[in-house]
């Protein structure tokens, strides 16, 4: 089993709607939570980044830490063409501990 | 502007060479790391670097081999025991293990 479980997609979606990507994990150590965005050939971007459980907003996206369920979630409001890429979490314990990686869930918005 | 540099974008390599791939940040971070991206298998660690003249291996070390002799600059060398080379090698760095990582824009490697 690996460390770290997402979707690998793709997912759908009309321009519009709001969009859920979610990754659930198994090492209750963890407590740092990020999420990027990678368009096809770039490099990842980091678009959230959270500590422990709770939830973070930055305009159209919020990002959810549920560790007693050992799921983060990401939600895209009003969802644009522009949002399609490949999103990938990203994970670690605290102390010198290198990031786990989901393997990224390709999310495509149509107009 | 402050960020990751990777250079080049694309590289060939013959069967049997090393090459080098640059890495360079201005964001004065002290945790740098490579890793290699393959279609469906995510991001694998290759190197990483806490500080300056100290690194330690990865997940997926052999066949690599890295320096880092500055702060700024985390060069990758694939050396020719690296039997699968062809991949996406991303760059990234954080002030700390266990901060925030920014990417670079990576560098595509094949081999011909």
């Known amino acids: 089993q690996k460390e770290v479980e997402q979707d690998p997609g793709p997912l759908s979606v009309p321009e519009g709607a709001i969009v859920s990507l979610n990754c659930t994990y198994s090492?209750?150590?963890?407590?740092?939570f990020m999420w990027y965005r990678q368009y096809s050939r770039k490099g990842p971007e980091l678009l959230m980044y959270t500590y422990s459980s709770g939830n973070k907003e930055d305009g159209r996206f919020t990002a959810q830490v549920d560790k007693s369920s050992k799921y983060i979630s990401l939600f895209i409001r009003d969802s644009q063409p522009s949002d399609s890429a490949t999103y990938l979490c990203a994970m670690s314990a605290s102390g010198f501990q290198k990031l786990v990686f989901g393997t990224g869930t390709r999310l495509l918005v149509s107009p | 502007d402050g960020g990751i540099t990777q250079s080049p974008k694309y590289l060939f390599r013959k069967e049997g060479q090393n090459v080098t791939l640059s890495c360079e940040q201005n964001?004065?971070?002290?945790?740098m790391y490579w890793y290699r991206q393959d279609p469906g298998q995510g991001l694998r660690l290759i190197y990483y670097s806490q500080i300056v003249n100290d690194f330690q291996k990865g997940d997926i070390a052999e066949g690599y081999s890295v320096s880092r002799e500055k702060k700024e600059s985390f060069p990758l060398t694939v050396t020719s025991a690296q039997k699968n080379p062809t991949a996406f090698y991303l760059c990234a760095s954080s002030m700390q293990m266990n901060t925030e990582a920014f990417f670079g824009q990576g560098t595509r490697l094949t081999v011909v």
């Open positions: 964001l004065n971070h002290d945790a």
């Open positions: 090492n209750s150590a963890f407590q740092y």
